[in-house]
């Protein structure tokens, strides 16, 4: 719209057919790198997203094989249990319930403080044999493990798009589309065309920051929404509480 208003005030001969091509020339090499780094804005997001969800995978993973090699220690270890169980409901809440301000609590000391006593109480026991002592081992290995991908889910969550990157994005868009409406014709089919052309690039940065911020957001557009999946946790969680 304001290449359109632009246009209306330029003399005739800024818009002739020579103008045109060159103007034409000169958007096509800025709208393909528009297009390429879009494209990789994309890529990138996309694999910081797959990375989390591998992360939150692995934790997964680690809590519930913890908890089977201690129902094996013995039944001494039913309160280390507990602990763990109610350590991995309150990562599951921490990460995946929606909170009245839309934000997630990666980072919640008071979960951090349950996982240490479940290390703790891991450390203090007292093994009366050799199957025992190899199990307690194993134990301290996996909650090692579990406490590498706590650290690791806390070290993801940081914002991986260069805002400046992006703001240089939306300038060239701006230019593109500001040359668009310089000879666009001025009627309705060519404004709706622009706006869906817009709508579509909009929506293309809407998916890179919700990939980018895959706790803090959804892509809501579509149900269900787009964001890691939580059935991981709760499926370990089902499985202590048995």
Request: net charge positive.
């Amino acid at each position: 719209m304001l290449g359109m208003r632009i246009s209306r005030r330029l003399p005739n001969h800024h818009l002739n057919a020579e103008a045109k091509a060159t103007v034409s020339v000169s958007i096509a090499v800025v709208g393909t790198m528009t297009a390429l780094v879009i494209g990789f804005l994309i890529s990138n997001a996309n694999s910081a997203f797959n990375a989390r969800n591998a992360t939150v995978s692995f934790l997964s993973s680690n809590i519930g094989q913890l908890d089977a090699l201690l129902r094996r220690y013995g039944p001494e270890t039913a309160p280390i249990r507990e602990i763990l169980q109610r350590f991995t409901a309150m990562k599951l809440e921490d990460l995946f319930t929606d909170k009245p301000d839309g934000k997630h609590t990666v980072d919640n000391p008071v979960t951090a403080k349950v996982f240490d006593d479940v290390e703790d109480r891991i450390l203090a026991l007292k093994p009366a044999d050799d199957r025992q002592k190899w199990l307690g081992t194993e134990a301290l290995r996996l909650a090692a493990a579990v406490r590498a991908a706590r650290s690791l889910i806390v070290q993801q969550n940081v914002n991986s798009l260069p805002l400046p990157f992006v703001g240089v994005v939306v300038l060239w868009l701006i230019v593109v589309y500001g040359s668009f409406g310089l000879f666009a014709p001025r009627n309705a089919t060519t404004i709706i065309a622009l706006f869906c052309s817009i709508l579509a690039v909009a929506m293309a940065f809407k998916l890179i920051l919700d990939l980018d911020n895959p706790f803090d957001r959804g892509i809501r557009l579509t149900p269900p929404p787009l964001r890691i999946s939580a059935e991981p946790l709760r499926r370990t969680l089902e499985t202590i509480r048995q």
